[in-house]
């Protein structure tokens, strides 16, 4: 693979991973699902889902209330192949919960958490997708209880 090769797969992965978080926060649901592979993983606050319809079913239940913000950080990729590369990223979590839809711009206090992100990547007929997106809380507030 050359160096050229390389730097393209960790683009497309670093872009993959900044697209599932703008469409999360953007409560586009269907895009967010759509970036998984048809059997993909989310590790998602302890619940494993399992496959784009269960994402998005999990997803269109969220709270119109409550308006999130991840910040992406510290991205680094490791290609493992022409097809398959690993994302290792921090996100950070900005959370607004406002007992009624969110105003734009939600008030903001400081962020609730930072999580270690581990992003499986594949190439579906030349398109980056994810496989298995896990992560776990490094950082929390603990006056701020986490969502369900």
């Known amino acids: 693979m050359t160096p050229e090769e390389r730097r393209a797969i960790e683009w497309d ?8 978080y ?19 993983e989310w590790l998602r606050m302890g619940e494993l889902l399992s496959g784009r319809d269960k994402i998005l079913s999990v ?3 969220r709270s119109e209330s409550v308006a999130i913000r991840h910040l992406l950080s510290n991205v680094l990729v490791d290609v493992d192949s022409p097809e398959s590369a690993t994302v290792h990223a921090y996100v950070t979590v900005f959370i ?11 008030t903001l206090e400081h962020p609730v958490a930072i999580w270690s992100l581990r992003v499986r990547c594949v190439a579906v007929e030349g398109v980056w997708k994810t496989q298995s997106h896990r992560g776990e809380r490094v950082m929390v507030r603990r006056d701020v209880a986490p969502l369900p």
């Open 59 to 61: 997803l269109e239940q």
């Open 96 to 106: 607004h919960r406002g007992g009624e839809p969110a105003a734009s711009p939600a």
């Open 13 to 20: 992965c670093t872009q993959l991973l900044a697209r599932f």
């Open 22 to 40: 703008r469409c999360l926060d953007e409560r586009a649901y269907r895009e967010t699902a759509d970036l998984f592979v048809e059997d993909g």
